[in-house]
């Protein structure tokens, strides 16, 4: 069964940090892009950030540059987000999402989520 | 950025009835072009990759057209499971992959 499993959010103050993970199984982790997705309450999907299927080339969307860092480790079929200088509009349920060329870069699989807020 | 505009934002239909949601890209993305159906709760699903194939799975009710930068997800037949929010996303660069904002099929 294809199977991605985000883990590690929580509450956590204005300022602080938290190191998200996803598990992938079922399918070859190592020939996907990976993407972090997330979804405010009651909002629309931001795609986050993402990184090729090597971690060579990582993509920011621009409100998370220089806090939030992608990163993968293919041995362990494993996408990470490290997530600095919280902010409360970062207050979402955090996606992780694989694609490639054979979906026409759809987004497919998709994990359950995991959901992060911010607030003191 | 490439914006991406759905509409409309809410879609009141019935059982059985023709459903068209249109998105617009601020510029050509030629077939790059996704959607998704999500239910409360739930991660999305991909319903149509590359603006008019079917995803595995999908029922045939659902289609997609479109090129450059007018889409459309049809569905031909409304049916109960399909009450849902529907989202388009373009993928024309690997920096670059947003959403739009999301049309709710509601009763």
């Known amino acids: 069964e294809v199977q991605l499993v985000e883990s590690g959010g929580g509450l956590v103050q204005p300022g602080g940090s938290l190191r998200l993970s996803c598990l992938g199984s079922?399918?070859?982790?190592?020939?996907?892009?990976m993407t972090w997705v997330r979804q405010a309450p009651g909002k629309g999907l931001e795609g986050v950030a993402n990184?090729?299927?090597?971690?060579?080339?990582?993509y920011y969307v621009d409100s998370v540059k220089d806090r939030f860092t992608v990163s993968r480790d293919n041995a362990k079929n494993s996408l990470y987000l490290q997530m600095n200088g919280l902010r409360a509009e970062d207050t979402a349920v955090y996606y992780c999402?694989?694609?490639?060329?054979?979906?026409?870069?759809?987004?497919?699989?998709w994990g359950r989520g995991t959901l992060v807020t911010v607030s003191s | 950025d490439i914006q991406m505009t759905q509409s409309p934002s809410t879609l009141s239909a019935s059982v059985g009835d023709r459903v068209t949601i249109t998105c617009r890209a601020s510029?050509?993305?030629?077939?790059?072009l996704a959607w998704y159906q999500q239910k409360p709760g739930k991660a999305p699903t991909l319903l149509i990759y590359?603006?008019?194939t079917l995803e595995s799975g999908v029922p045939l009710r659902f289609s997609g057209s479109g090129s450059g930068t007018e889409f459309t997800l049809t569905i031909s037949s409304l049916q109960p499971d399909d009450f849902a929010t529907y989202y388009c996303?373009?993928?024309?660069?690997?920096?670059?992959?947003?959403f739009g904002q999301g049309t709710k099929v509601e009763i």
């Open positions: 990184i090729k299927e090597d971690g060579s080339v990582k």
């Open positions: 079922g399918f070859n982790f190592s020939r996907y892009w």
């Open positions: 996303q373009q993928y024309n660069s690997f920096s670059s992959f947003t």
């Open positions: 999402a694989g694609n490639s060329e054979k979906k026409g870069w759809g987004f497919d699989p």
């Open positions: 590359k603006a008019s």
């Open positions: 510029q050509s993305i030629s077939t790059w």
